[in-house]
């Protein structure tokens, strides 16, 4: 289901805080920061994204992870809520998440 794509690129937030760092964008899409907090705010609807959501998730990227977030997106556009992610589609998901963790700080944890 499109709650997949949530877990694997919104959901990471959840785990890490949901806040961003201000980082470049490497050229293409949105700034770093930019883009965690259009997952912060897709992972808060509650319920799954609209594939328009999904296509301004992967519009928006930043180029140093567009490669991996496009063909995730158009994937569960295309094969819908039931898909499960086949083994390399799982595996650019899986770098988007790893991304996520590095580069989305989490100003939750308490630190001053």
Known sequence: MRRILAT???????????ACDDDDNGGG???????????????????????EQLNEL???APADIRDDVQPVVEFFIEEGAGASL????QERSDNV????????????NGDE
């Open 29 to 51: 899409g949105a700034s770093a920061d930019e883009w965690c907090e259009l997952n912060e705010e897709l992972s808060g609807i509650g319920e799954n994204p609209s594939d």
């Open 97 to 108: 998440s790893d991304w996520i963790q590095e580069n989305c700080a989490d100003d939750d």
């Open 86 to 89: 086949p083994d390399d589609l």
């Open 58 to 60: 992967a519009d928006q």
């Open 8 to 18: 694997a690129f919104v959901g990471a937030l959840v785990l890490v805080g949901a």
